[in-house]
């Protein structure tokens, strides 16, 4: 069964909510509230006008594949080549393709719960078993390890890791990246690390498992522009497929999509190779974000909220209030007109946590809080 996406669904409650009048604080969604940098979007219109308004290569632009292999080399400190890139339009196809390219019925797919949701509902669309590890909060929402240990089977066909997080906004420490390394390496699978959120950290940079010994050719590194670079409408991403997957993911997207947009790929090259003051700019602008949201949610009854590593969400753990995730998500955005989302829109391991998005800017988020308080404290 398909899975949706429940940012998606609270956003068109909160937008008829507010076509009637009510006033609505947006933490629902996942997208940045920075616009795309204004020499990224010169280079889009420059693209259109020279005529990349075309199909192009199902791979894609091989000057942006040139573009990503040079930057996911530098990034991640492993040796990528342009023959291994595929460029989709947004980071979510490789999902698909993966999946359908890998698994089958009788296959089981070890996913992050609570996690972005797609995971879930791909692995079961392509017939195989969705087997769920826990993330753990006072682990900084890292896996755990025992149970991922007990769930790998000779069927385990495929990991996902995620880090950066969404929903939790946990990274997954370098020591846990290595013991996960061990236990996969001697296996007949694939990792799927979706690093979409690795230049959003607050600390220190997170480690790819495809750095650790022999897994650069067991590993898929999902990564896009629409977090770093704001291109969410753009619709553009890619991943870094060992080479032996390379022709059949191409071959799905030449049956799905036939190619990613010309234009688009041209101005993610200029993402890629122009200046990154921009991206740094709103990474600080986060950082700052993420210590103020994470103070203000520990100031509210019941709630406890850990330190993000990164991306731009806060899972509070709210079971101290005593009302579930689903009902505390619904009356939040009814009486307190706060658009979130209840952690079990995650996964069943997301019950008792809520999801805030802080692309939002400070002073919204002030009035989010207050709201909250005001909704927790009325008649106590
Ligand atoms: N992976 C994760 C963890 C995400 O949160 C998202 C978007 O929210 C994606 C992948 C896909 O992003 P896009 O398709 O916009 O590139």
């Known amino acids: 069964m398909l899975i949706g996406e429940g940012a998606f669904a609270v956003l068109v409650r909160a937008r008829a909510l507010e076509a009637q009048g009510r006033d609505v604080v947006h933490m629902e969604i996942g997208e940045p509230d920075f616009q795309t940098s204004p020499h990224v979007i010169e280079a889009g219109k420059r693209a259109l006008d020279a005529g990349y308004t075309k199909y192009g290569p199902t791979q894609g632009d091989p000057e942006l594949r040139e573009a990503i292999a040079e930057y996911i080399s530098t990034t991640r400190g492993i040796s990528a080549d342009e023959s291994q890139v595929v ?3 947004g980071g979510k196809p490789n999902l698909f393709y993966t999946m359908l390219g890998l698994l089958g019925p009788g296959d089981e797919a070890l996913y992050p719960n609570p996690g972005f949701p797609m995971y879930e509902s791909m692995i079961g669309c392509a017939g195989a078993k969705p087997v769920p ?6 682990r900084g929402f890292s896996i755990d390890l025992d149970y991922f240990r007990k769930s790998l089977t000779d069927r385990t066909k495929l990991v996902i890791l995620n880090s950066p997080q969404n929903p939790t906004g946990g990274t997954i420490p370098a020591e846990d ?11 007949d699978l694939y990792v799927l690390s979706d690093e979409i959120y690795s230049e959003i950290v607050f600390g220190d940079k997170p480690t790819s498992i495809s750095t650790m010994p022999g897994m650069a050719d067991k590993t898929i590194i999902l990564d896009g522009f629409s977090k770093a670079h704001r291109m969410t409408g753009w619709r553009i991403g890619y991943s ?23 234009f688009t790929q041209r101005a993610a090259i200029e ?29 509210l009854p019941g709630f406890r909220c850990a330190k993000p590593g990164g991306a731009f969400y806060a899972f509070p753990n709210i079971t101290g209030t005593g009302i579930g995730s689903n009902e505390l998500a619904e009356r939040l955005l009814q009486e307190a007109g706060v658009a979130c989302l209840g ?13 805030f998005s802080y692309a939002t800017a400070l002073d919204q988020i002030e009035v989010a809080i207050e709201r909250i308080r005001k909704m927790l404290t009325a008649g106590s």
């Open 87 to 89: 460029v989709t339009p």
């Open 133 to 138: 590890i826990p993330l753990v909060e006072d």
């Open 177 to 187: 990246i290595r013991a996960i390394a061990e236990m996969v390496r001697d296996r």
């Open 240 to 262: 870094v497929y060992p080479k032996a997957l390379v022709s059949m993911i191409c071959m799905l997207q030449v049956n799905c999509a036939s190619c990613t947009a010309s």
């Open 271 to 299: 993402a890629l190779r122009g200046p990154q003051d921009d991206v740094r700019a709103m990474v600080e602008e986060f950082a700052r974000r993420s210590a103020f949201i994470t103070d203000a949610l520990n100031s």
């Open 343 to 355: 952690g079990d829109a995650f996964g069943e391991f997301g019950e008792g946590y809520l999801r």
